[in-house]
């Protein structure tokens, strides 16, 4: 029996006080941040059960006063590369999942797809297939509130120093003690190993990853490579597994240049 199979048979799915909270500052444009993203991934579904996670948007300003004024910001024309970010703001007011969905679609198209998602008009299409109400996207990428709430992420990474992306700074339930920030990208086992010793304990509990199934109910789209680190199979049987799921018609095989994934049908 492997992972897999016996992901299927003792998979839980516990709701315990989380005694930690991370913050995990990203720049939509950067390499390094889409990288993370899949570690970010696996740690949450080994060990979410300890930790809460926000997302803060910690993005290089350009001037935008040579471009077109807010008000007309809405425009297939409009290109730049603040968009991004805005765009995921916007995204995030349907929900959490909603605008983490739409974050990694946009990296999708970006460092797998090669797309320009600094384009407005890209920036829809991603929308659409992130499956967005496009028209409360539309709206809320040029209100008060998006804008809102990409300036708090911006005073949020000036107030923590954030200098570097990624950076994440863990912090444990004792307000009085300060958190912890690691700046850079950094293997899978270093932020394990920061989270053990903030929670104080030689050994977590390592919760079993889901069966493949309900992993693509919240991650629509997932590649080899990190289904093979999810489950701890080697990439070739994971490769297997998956033209399995695919002869059984329960997902769909997108082969890019560089990476093969998945997506649930």
Not at 132 to 139: A, I, N, P
Not at 144 to 160: G, N, S, Y
Not at 219 to 234: D, V, W
Request: net charge negative.
């Amino acid at each position: 029996m492997n992972n897999l199979d016996l992901a299927k048979e003792i998979y839980d799915n516990p709701n315990p006080v989380k005694p930690m909270e991370l913050y995990v500052f990203l720049d939509p444009l950067n390499t390094e941040c889409w990288e993370l993203q899949s570690v970010m991934r696996k740690l949450q579904i080994e060990y979410g059960h300890y930790f809460s996670m926000r997302v803060v948007l910690s993005t290089k300003l350009f001037n935008l006063n040579s471009q077109q004024k807010t008000s007309s910001i809405a425009t297939d024309s409009l290109t730049h590369p603040v968009l991004a970010s805005v765009a995921v703001k916007a995204a995030e007011l349907q929900g959490k999942r909603a605008g983490n969905q739409f974050l990694h679609k946009l990296q999708e198209q970006l460092f797998l797809k090669t797309q320009d998602v600094s384009s407005y008009k890209v920036l829809l299409e991603i929308a659409e297939e992130a499956n967005l109400d496009q028209e409360e996207f539309k709206k809320d990428f040029h209100s008060v509130h998006t804008a809102k709430a990409f300036q708090c992420d911006l005073q949020i990474t000036r107030e923590m120093e954030i200098t570097e992306v990624p950076s994440i700074v863990f912090f444990n339930e004792c307000i009085e003690d300060e958190g912890v920030k690691i700046s850079g990208l950094h293997s899978y086992d270093t932020y394990l190993t920061i989270l053990q010793e903030m929670l104080g304990s030689d050994t977590l509990n390592r919760q079993a990853p889901p069966p493949l199934e309900q992993l693509f109910t919240k991650y629509t789209t997932i590649a080899t490579k990190e289904i093979a680190s999810i489950y701890n199979i080697s990439p070739e049987t994971a490769e297997r597994e998956m033209k399995k799921q695919m002869l059984q018609q329960k997902v769909e095989r997108i082969s890019l240049p560089d990476e093969t994934l998945w997506k649930i049908k």
